[in-house]
């Protein structure tokens, strides 16, 4: 599920319009599609990836249909990045230290 996640994350559109939700909230599929410059029915699909990967929540307000983070799916990610984080820095700590030692 994870992979999903970065490969819709991969597109280009996909990128702008999850950090337009994160920067703005939540918004309408209109509002959404005034912001990008594909075409609706192309913003319609990549909202559908979007979803499917787990990186926006839907919601039905009569006739609109109101888009917004997924904590879950993007938390997902960030606890990917954090592990990562911690290994590299963890490693960086270890060669600052072998390099310390060698210089005493």
């Given at each position: 599920m994870l992979s999903n996640r970065?490969?819709?994350l991969g597109d280009p559109t996909r990128l702008a319009i999850v950090e337009s939700l994160l920067d703005d909230g939540?918004?309408?599929?209109?509002?959404i599609c005034a912001r990008v410059t594909v075409s609706a029915p192309a913003v319609s699909r990549h909202l559908k990836v979007l979803c499917a990967a787990g990186l926006l929540l839907r919601r039905v307000d009569r006739q609109r249909r109101i888009y917004s983070p997924d904590p879950v799916g993007l938390g997902a990610i960030n606890d990917w990045f954090g592990l990562h984080v911690q290994f590299w820095s963890d490693s960086v700590d270890r060669?600052?230290?072998?390099?310390e030692q060698g210089e005493s």
């Open positions: 970065f490969a819709a939540e918004q309408s599929a209109g509002e060669l600052q230290a072998a390099v």
